[in-house]
């Protein structure tokens, strides 16, 4: 079960911010396939957003095939997220945790570790207004 | 569409026009003495426009800024009047209210304190069960905990029901995720009027070298010169690149309200 | 109408129970000096209390019911509640009129029941007003200004002073001039200097001369030095006195047309009152178009 916040003072519109936790639930695990996402209302009782908002979330991510609705029952998780198997997983980390000492004993600072993978995401995707 | 506002103008209003669809959130914002007081009492019936069309289906509920109240009447007095006085009436809904919030039923309205009394104003305005439900500043007496009670049980009204909501704030802070619509009063004048999200998604603060223009196709909002930086709060018509030397940031609620209301001003 | 009964009474419980108190207090009173004195008994003092009561009943009622009705609302801004609800402001009004009206004439009757002092089987002119029929109208119309008054102004002790204002005027008027010619008034002829004969406890309503054609004359200003004027009239002109008065068994009668008179005058301050309340506020609830 995910309990959605909503940072209200945040330029991401509040149904953006609902599906990226979705997400994050489901790249950390959190949420698997086949668990059922709370209803509309009861995320409108618990997190003081509103149901438009929510079924926006929701739909949004039905578009991006991570959930689907049945009929009556509610939202379901369709397919999890994050395209590599747990193990390969697990060795990236154990890479990247290998470069960031290696930053670290060259002097780099996390701020400076920090937007030098910045660079390189940005470098490597279109996506630049974030 | 559940309201209808069509070139309303009365008192400090000057040609107002927009739609409400049923269902829907919709925060009023603007300064005060913009108007917001006197559209929602256009709206609610309590004062005529002397100029334009209001349409508004179904059944309407106002509270009004200072909850007024009989204070002589306990808050069950009250629910008693709301039962005599409306066609349809929800007794349950409105006692569960006074319930939830710990108002005293049997003191006097003059005897409670301001939170309470709004209490007993909001459990009058929803056990009639409006179709339209129009609340200027309803948050104001409220501590913030409350107030997140408050929205947060507004909200799941508007999901039970349906009905329409329009409330007027100042609290710009308060309304990301709440209201999906949003109307901003300028003296009199309603100069935004549109979806939240998209607004949202419209608007960005593009900074970088001194320039007259923007590098971006769309309404500028703001503009703010330095020597040798320009920053610009653009309305983009379509997804905003700003390519180098440009950097782009999306803006909060809050900033692109303020930046607005500046920019009228 | 069962809230509207529900309201009225919750609102206005404490003003109808203490009024009722009073009236039921004052209207006892009045019976028992009644039955204590006989005609002819000259009690000056209880007569003047009669009068003060019934001149006093239908302006209080219009004071402290009709006054505060609608301006109260304004002044606790409880007209947003009020008229917020399905019921329109236009509803709220004719209710709470039709019940306090109710009441107040209800409260009339024990009010015209007795005159203080003659014993209340004794039919007079002056005391005209000792009538229920008579006091309903005037309370009638004292709410009706107030209820007028209260929708003008929207400001409570305003509102009263002028419901005073107008009740005491119109009354002023009515009682003073309109009131002896709602029939064409009696003449009594007689030659000038000569005892005339009047009918027993007539209403006299003008006095004077006629000169030898029959016309009105003024008196001569020449014999208004005299202590006995007639003989100075004579030589004036003046051929005949006389007097116009209503007879004492058109006494019902007038009363009836002093209550529909004061009843129509209510009728009308009322009717104003609903139109400046549907005028400022249309409909809130139930309604699919406020049009502009």
């Known amino acids: 079960m995910v309990e959605f916040r909503v940072d209200r003072a945040s330029g991401l ?13 489901l790249r950390l695990g959190w949420l698997q396939p086949g668990d059922r996402l709370p209803t509309v209302r009861d995320v409108v009782a618990t997190s003081g957003v509103n149901a438009n908002t929510v079924l926006k979330a929701y739909r949004e991510l039905e578009l991006a095939g991570l ?8 939202t379901y998780v369709k397919s999890s997220l994050g395209s590599a198997a747990p193990e390969a997983l697990d060795d990236l980390r154990a890479k990247f945790a290998a470069w960031v000492r290696e930053a670290r004993s060259a002097g780099l600072e996390d701020e400076d570790i920090d937007a030098l993978v910045r660079a390189v995401l940005s470098g490597g995707s279109d996506d630049g207004a974030g | 569409m559940t309201v209808r506002v069509a070139g309303v103008s ?8 927009f739609e409400l669809p049923g269902g829907g959130v919709t925060a009023l914002v603007g300064a005060n003495g913009a108007g917001k007081t006197t559209l ?5 019936g309590h004062l005529t ?7 508004v289906a179904g059944r309407v509920a106002f509270v009004a800024q200072d909850k007024p109240m009989y204070k002589g009447f306990t808050p069950l007095d009250v629910l008693r009047f709301g039962g005599h006085m409306n066609k349809v009436w929800d007794e349950y809904k409105a006692h569960s209210w006074l319930h939830r919030y710990k108002v005293p039923l049997k003191r006097r309205c003059g005897e409670l304190s301001a939170g309470q009394r709004a209490h007993v104003a909001f459990a009058l305005a929803l056990g009639s069960r409006p179709d339209v439900l129009l609340l200027d500043e309803p948050l104001s007496e409220l501590d913030p905990l409350a107030r997140r009670r408050v929205v947060r049980d507004l909200l799941a009204e508007v999901a039970d029901t349906g009905m329409t909501l329009l409330y007027s704030t100042h609290v710009v802070a308060e309304l990301g995720g709440v209201a999906d619509r949003l109307l901003l009063l300028s003296n009199g004048k309603l100069i935004v009027d549109g979806d939240t999200d998209e607004l949202l998604g419209q608007h960005v603060e593009i900074t970088g070298p001194a320039a007259d223009q923007p590098p971006v196709r769309g309404d500028v909002v703001l503009a703010r010169h330095y020597d040798r930086q320009s920053t610009f709060l653009v309305r983009c018509q379509g997804e905003a690149v700003a390519e180098e030397p440009w950097s782009a940031r999306p803006v909060t609620l809050e900033e692109l309200v303020v930046a607005h209301l500046e920019a009228v001003a | 109408m069962r809230g509207l009964l529900w309201l009225t009474w919750r609102q206005h419980r404490w003003v109808l129970c203490s009024t009722a108190v009073v009236v039921l207090l004052a209207s006892w009173l009045l019976i028992e000096l009644d039955l204590a004195n006989t005609p002819g008994d000259a009690v000056p003092l209880s007569g003047f209390y009669a009068q003060l009561v019934q001149t006093a009943f239908g302006g209080l009622v219009g004071m402290f019911w009709g006054a505060p009705l609608v301006a109260r609302e304004f002044e606790e801004r409880t007209y947003l509640v009020a008229w917020g609800q399905d019921v329109s402001p236009e509803r709220w009004l004719a209710g709470k009129v039709a019940l306090l009206g109710l009441v107040a004439v209800l409260l009339a009757v024990p009010i015209g029941l007795g005159d203080g002092y003659r014993g209340h089987q004794d039919v007079s002119w002056d005391v005209f007003e000792v009538s229920p029929l008579v006091q309903a109208g005037y309370v009638l119309f004292g709410l009706a200004a107030g209820v007028l008054m209260s929708a003008l102004v929207r ?29 064409p008034t009696e003449r009594v002829l007689s030659e000038v200097g000569e005892a005339r004969q009047l009918p027993e406890g007539v209403q006299i309503v003008e006095t004077g001369y006629l000169d030898g054609d029959g016309h009105v004359m003024g008196m001569p200003s020449e014999c208004t030095a005299f202590v006995n004027p007639q003989n100075c009239i004579r030589t ?27 009843t129509a005058f209510a009728a009308g301050l009322f009717f104003l009152a609903f139109l400046r309340l549907r005028r400022g506020w249309r409909p809130s609830r139930s309604h699919r178009r406020i049009a502009a």
């Open chain 3, 236 to 262: 004036h002109g003046g051929a005949h006195s006389f007097v116009d008065f209503q007879p004492i068994d058109r006494l019902p009668g007038f009363q009836v047309a002093e209550f529909f008179a004061f």
């Open chain 3, 155 to 183: 400001h409570t002790l305003t509102s009263m002073g002028l419901t005073l204002a107008l009740y005491v005027a119109v009354r002023m008027v009515m009682s003073l001039g309109a009131r002896d010619h709602y029939l």
């Open chain 1, 67 to 74: 959930v689907e609705a049945r009929q009556g029952s509610g």
């Open chain 1, 13 to 25: 519109p509040a149904y953006l911010q609902l599906g990226r936790q979705v997400r994050e639930a």
């Open chain 2, 49 to 55: 426009a002397d100029s334009g069309h209001v349409a």
């Open chain 2, 40 to 44: 929602l009492n256009v709206l609610a």
């Open chain 2, 10 to 17: 009365k008192r400090v209003l000057r040609n107002c026009t």
